[in-house]
């Protein structure tokens, strides 16, 4: 169970993490950076699947996904309310079933660790919160 001072840590937390990693996804010149570097480490360590080439329209959803991420982990780096945690766990529980769809259709393992840190931010940012704790001056 957390302690709401924590649970906001957490939701900061997170979402510091996201802006970091989906940054790259904002725009298509930075975002063809990193699915070059992504193509890269998959071809070093020898991953199966695929990561594929990317289309306009595909470097588009990408921007698209990589800029409201951003604009969300602002939000909730800002202001990171109990709500928006719960939010949050539920889209990473999304991200999570998408990215394991797409890993069982054949894309490459390199999506493996991101997989990881859904399932471990979103189960973190489920886990309960104490309700009294804002009698305490905890929240």
Do not use: K
Request: hydrophobic share 50%; proline share 5%; aromatic share 10%.
């Amino acid at each position: 169970m957390w302690n709401p001072r924590h649970y906001r840590r957490l939701v900061r937390a997170s979402a510091g993490y996201d802006l970091i990693v989906t940054v790259a996804f904002s725009t298509p010149w930075t975002f063809a950076l990193l699915h070059g570097a992504l193509q890269g480490i998959a071809r070093a360590l020898d991953l199966p699947g695929e990561l594929g080439d990317f289309g306009p329209v595909q470097v588009l959803m990408a921007n698209l996904m990589g800029s409201i991420v951003c604009v969300w982990s602002v939000l909730r780096i800002r202001d990171p309310q109990r709500r928006y945690g719960r939010y949050d766990a539920a889209g990473r529980g999304l991200f999570a079933l998408w990215q394991a769809y797409a890993l069982s259709q054949g894309a490459s393992l390199v999506l493996l660790p991101f997989l990881l840190a859904e399932i471990a931010w979103g189960v973190a940012q489920a886990l309960p919160v104490r309700h009294h704790a804002h009698l305490r001056g905890e929240e």
